[in-house]
């Protein structure tokens, strides 16, 4: 943890936990070296769906070219904090209302799912102009990845006999604008496989809007990007991704290519702070209890991982038993809730944890409050703090340094 932000979690008290702090000012230098890693024509759009907390959007915008937005109360939002910010209208299953007001908040762009859901659009569109991406499910091979939303049966997108369909109602409706494709097939894929699906993928639209004889000015390619979550520092190869994209777009000269990743761009800039209440063992495994769990951080329980966290001691021990303690051996983590599914880390090796310290989860800052469910036992939620080191000076912290 970066010393401001330690500074800061060492000014709560332990009612303020748990605590989700955001380090905006990383987020800004993440966000800035993902930018200038990619070529010119390449369009950075930010999926609010991974986090929209409020300053976070406010982070993003200016240091993207626009948000892409999956219903119509993240759009309300999104245009609520960031007006100015261009908006991208995606995700399965709009209804008729959400379509509406985002034709009237005059959306840059509309990710259309199915032929249902364009003729809708044409229905909602009154005499307006919109412009119009077809998703599709391209019919690439995908290993192994971590989340897979095409490239096999899925409700999200079209099959391209579907596009044909689409292209028909276009073709008859001078208010709907072509300009390209969407394609959102996987997540969890480094930069080297990322690269080879951009690749696979354009080839194909190219080879399709060809056919057609259609002039294709776009590809979104979605978003995806991985995180590891067993090594914070094994960060997306952005460099990698942004040089590789050049010889790419060299073969498709007049194609502008989007991406809009989300998870690999917030999830680093995101801590859960909380506290040891309690450590016992049982039958042989040592458990330590913690103030909150994953009713406010779902993340290691959606994906089945171990969060990352940073022990952070606290020496303020006044009670006059024996504090209980792990010392040198596994320790699983596990939250407040009353279900032996509330476990944030398993069997992590700790050099030393005890009652009191506080533990800080790493990379929660996509995914993880937003998909919580928080209602569930009606423990208090987490307090909220944004560090942006532009605009705070920060005093010293109470609390030691971690275990190095
Ligand atoms: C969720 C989603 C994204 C972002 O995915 P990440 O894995 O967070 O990068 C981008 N586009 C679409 C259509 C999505 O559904």
Known sequence: MRSALLDHVGRLTDDDLPAYVYDLSGLREHVDRIRAALPDSVQLLYAAKANSDSRVLRTLAGRVDGFEVAS???LRHVRAVA???????????????????????????????????LRLVTVVLGDGLVDVLLRVNVPVHLGQVALAMGGRPSPFGMDPAQLDRCLEVIAADPRLRLRGLHVHLASGLGAQA???????VLAWAGHWAHERGISLAEVNVGGGMGV??????????????GAGLK??????????????????????CGWYVTQVL????????????????????????AKQHDQPFEVIPDETWRRPWTRPEARDEPVTLVGQLCTPKDVLARRITVERLRV??????????????NISHHAFLMHPHPTFHHIDEAETSAAPGTYARPLS
């Not at 908006?87 to 799912?113: D, M």
């Open 83 to 117: 007006p100015e910010v261009p908006i991208a209208f995606g995700g399965p299953g709009k209804t008729e209302t959400e379509l509406a007001s985002a034709l009237q908040a005059g959306v840059e762009r509309l990710h259309v799912e199915s032929e249902h859901e």
């Open 278 to 301: 309690d450590i016992k063992s049982s039958r042989g495994q040592t458990f330590a209890v913690l103030r909150g769990g994953t009713h406010h951080l779902r993340t290691p329980a």
């Open 356 to 369: 009191g310290d506080r533990v800080a989860f790493a990379m929660a800052g996509a995914y993880a409050w």
């Open 194 to 200: 990322q690269l080879e699906l951009v690749d696979e």
């Open 247 to 268: 010889p790419l777009m060299a073969r498709h000269p007049h194609l502008t290519l989007r991406v809009e990743p989300g998870r690999s761009v917030t999830a680093y």
């Open 72 to 74: 119509g109360g993240e």
């Open 228 to 241: 590891d979550y067993a090594d914070p520092l094994q960060v997306f190869d952005w460099s990698a991704f």
